[in-house]
């Protein structure tokens, strides 16, 4: 009867739910190609050492080679009692080369070093794509700032229409919180990018394997500098999932925007058939699915983040397997940001914008800090102005009229600094111009905005 891999010591058989139980195939096989990429490295590494023979080394490498190829066209074939995608490729290759070669490939090694390895591998290269689709996600937002300078309407705080604003300003505000986001992604690489391998199971590699030269072949930039943090280190896995979480958050918040701005209410935005769905009941229904999946996946990936942080606590020191339940959290969670940010950046390039309905939201109560601030400029203190131009809003609300309705009379009568050239205050567009300080809805400083935001993404 065949044996498992660490079968030596044990009479008993392993009950078959536990093995289930145990099994991490299903999931971490998709981690194959970082394995097998780990163990060519090795074996180089082993052979530098006088391990390996250079011709056992090249047939070690082509039966590596041979068993990601298998992966790669499906052909792989699972026995019952492949453990993990690490005992499943040893297998494997020893059946392809013989177990003579073959099983010489874990010497000094243990899967406590190469799971961290893997983990860190995989991870890196999914890094880069999910780089890639956050960069497109920012792009995609600058684009149609860009285009949409000219479209005004009310910006708001506690959703109660606050002053006026450029589109494009609110439009970049997202952007800049995903431009950090990216910031903080690539800040992260340096410490997913240390290696493991050479830890051993936790005490050292005994054969002296050359660890710099490990970590050059597999591209990492920096060696795990103890052995026994090495096998026992998930907090690259931790801080993914932080940053995950984060910038989810901000994928839910920019969603709930757009969300309310869809409504028949507002009408700022209307979403595309694509990202759209529609009701089994009521047929003139569409709704922003696409935004609400967004907003409800920043849930389940700060669920993961939570959870996984739950397993960490508590495990003492080095490798235990509960560390094996980093992998469906991170993989989820990569899974589910990389697609949120390819269907953020759809939604938000295919969505309709109408520009009319916001300039119809713009009531000219949004202009009562520009009416204040006309009294600033002929020299009364803010304090008074601010409940001056109060004082116009009540009054105008009490004759249920605009602010531009009352008359210059109305006005010199509330303070005798106002003069007839009160009425240039009711100008939407002139009140977003007056706001040229850096970070302001001007055109010059959206400008600023935009080039900045382009240099981010170099
Ligand atoms: N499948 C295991 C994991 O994902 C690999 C490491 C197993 N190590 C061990 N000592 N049992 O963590």
Redesign the pocket.
């Known amino acids: 009867t065949k044996q498992k891999l660490w079968g030596g010591r044990f009479t008993g058989k392993t009950d078959p739910l536990m093995h289930e139980f145990n099994q991490?195939l299903k999931y971490?096989q998709r981690m194959h190609a970082a394995d097998i990429r780990g163990s060519i490295a090795y074996a180089k590494a082993l052979t530098r050492v006088g391990i390996l023979t250079k011709d056992e080394e090249s047939k070690m490498i082509q039966g590596l080679e041979a068993v990601e190829r298998e992966w790669v066209t499906g052909q792989f074939e699972a026995e019952p009692d492949d453990?993990?995608i690490?005992t499943a490729n040893e297998r494997r290759l020893s059946q392809l080369i013989g177990s003579e070669i073959g099983g010489k490939l874990h010497t000094g090694r243990?899967?406590?070093d190469q799971?961290a390895t893997d983990m860190r591998l995989w991870l890196l290269d999914e890094v880069e794509d999910i780089q890639a689709s956050l960069k497109a996600l920012i792009r995609v937002i600058i684009e149609r700032a860009d285009k949409e300078r000219d479209i005004l309407l009310p910006g708001y705080t506690h959703l109660q229409r606050g002053q006026p604003i450029r589109w494009s300003h609110f439009l970049l505000s997202h952007a800049l919180s995903f431009r950090y986001d990216l910031e903080r992604l690539q800040q992260l690489i340096p410490r997913i990018s240390v290696l493991p391998l050479g830890s051993g199971a936790l005490a050292g590699n005994p054969f002296a394997v050359d660890r710099e030269f490990l970590a050059k072949e597999l591209g990492f930039q920096s060696l795990a500098e103890n052995s026994m943090w090495g096998v026992g280190d998930r907090d690259f896995i931790a801080e993914f999932l932080m940053w995950a979480s984060l910038t989810m958050t901000h994928m839910s918040r920019i969603s709930e925007d757009l969300i309310v701005y869809s409504t028949a209410e507002f009408g700022f935005v209307t979403l595309s058939d694509a990202y759209s769905t529609g009701s089994s009941i009521m047929p003139q229904k569409k709704n922003p699915d696409s935004l609400e999946l967004l907003r409800g996946k920043s849930g389940r990936i700060f669920g993961h983040m939570a959870g996984f942080m739950m397993t960490l606590k508590g495990l003492p020191s080095t490798?235990n397997?509960d560390?094996?339940e980093d992998?469906e959290p991170l993989f989820d969670a990569v899974d589910n940001i990389s697609a949120s940010l390819k269907i953020a950046e759809g939604v938000i390039a295919t969505m309709e914008v109408h520009g009319d309905k916001m300039r119809q939201a713009l009531t000219m109560d949004v202009l009562a800090t520009d009416l204040a601030d006309y009294l600033v400029r002929k020299g009364v203190p803010f304090r008074e102005t601010h409940h001056v131009s109060g004082r116009a809003v009540a009054l105008a609300e009490a004759r249920a009229c605009q602010l531009n309705d009352l008359g210059v009379d109305d006005y010199k009568k509330l303070h005798p600094k106002f003069e007839d050239d009160v009425v240039q205050v009711f100008d939407f567009e002139a009140s977003v111009e007056r706001r040229m300080a850096i970070g302001g809805p001007s055109r010059k400083t959206l400008d600023r905005q935009i080039s900045v935001l382009r240099a981010a993404l170099q």
Do not use: A, G, T, W
Request: no cysteine.
């Open positions: 991490s971490d453990e993990d690490h243990s899967r406590n799971v490798y397997k560390l094996q992998k």
